[in-house]
């Protein structure tokens, strides 16, 4: 007895339906507005102030932070630290293109530059003087935007989770818990932020970077925590370059 064709051809029409349905795009990661803040970590009556910018250019985004000593602390050290993050958003996520770490002005100056091979997935750069190469993980992403990748987590609604870095000239991987949102008394006012904790056990530090939903996800304070002693940077100022999603 032969078999109803049928059911054959139902099976090689839903073949030809879905061949037909358009893929569906991997979304690109979130990224706030174009933006300049300004903050300020005070201990001892004595204060730091940074300024961090985020910027577009073309298909790159540039992310720069810019901190140095203010009042009676910049009379005795000049110290001036530049962290910066060049980078592209793709379906993969954000690609770290290149990184730079600067640090002058102090007893011992540091200098740090590597950039990505996302071909060949390596990262080559230079340390403190001396080159270095890496193999590079990949969903990795550079030190300072691994603040830019916690934003995305938290849009994800994670709870916990793990990010690996290239941490200057070596490959790390960090882990995070997220906290409950709660309010908190900045400079700019009274807000609801999101913390974000790392634990590092064999320092005996904390670190817990807060995040606010209603201004894009940006960072609105940092809290470090070593044996006790605590300081905060809380951000003091903004300023939208595009006008905010």
């Not at 990010?163 to 000239?169: L, N, P």
């Not at 997220?178 to 790392?198: C, L």
């Not at 940006?218 to 595009?242: A, C, F, M, T, Y």
Request: hydrophobic residues 40%; neutral net charge.
């Amino acid at each position: 007895m032969h078999r109803p064709a049928w059911p054959l051809a139902m099976a090689l029409g839903l073949t030809l339906i879905l061949a037909c349905l358009p893929v569906a795009a991997q979304s690109m990661p979130f990224v706030p507005p174009s933006y300049t803040a300004e903050y300020e970590a005070q201990k001892l009556g004595l204060s730091v102030v940074g300024h961090i910018t985020l910027t577009r250019e073309g298909q790159f985004l540039r992310y720069r932070a810019r901190l140095r000593p203010t009042g009676v602390l910049s009379w005795v050290r000049s110290d001036e630290i530049i962290e910066q993050s060049i980078m592209r958003l793709t379906p993969q996520g954000l690609r770290s293109e290149e990184y730079l770490y600067s640090h002058t002005g102090g007893s011992r100056e540091r200098l740090t530059e590597s950039r990505f091979d996302w071909e060949a997935y390596q990262v080559t750069g230079v340390h403190n003087g001396k080159p270095f190469e890496l193999d590079l993980p990949p969903e990795a992403v550079d030190r300072f935007a691994l603040q830019l990748a916690m934003i995305n987590k938290l849009r994800q609604g994670e709870k916990a989770f793990s990010q690996t870095i290239v941490d200057r000239h070596r490959v790390r991987t960090y882990h995070f818990t997220v906290g409950e949102p709660r309010s908190i008394t900045t400079p700019m006012g009274t807000m609801e932020a999101i913390p974000v904790i790392r634990e590092i056990k064999d320092r005996d530090t904390t670190v817990s970077t807060w995040f606010a939903p209603r201004m894009n996800y940006l960072p609105v304070r940092l809290e470090q925590e070593q044996n006790g002693d605590k300081v905060v940077l809380n951000i003091r100022s903004l300023e939208w370059h595009d006008p905010p999603l």
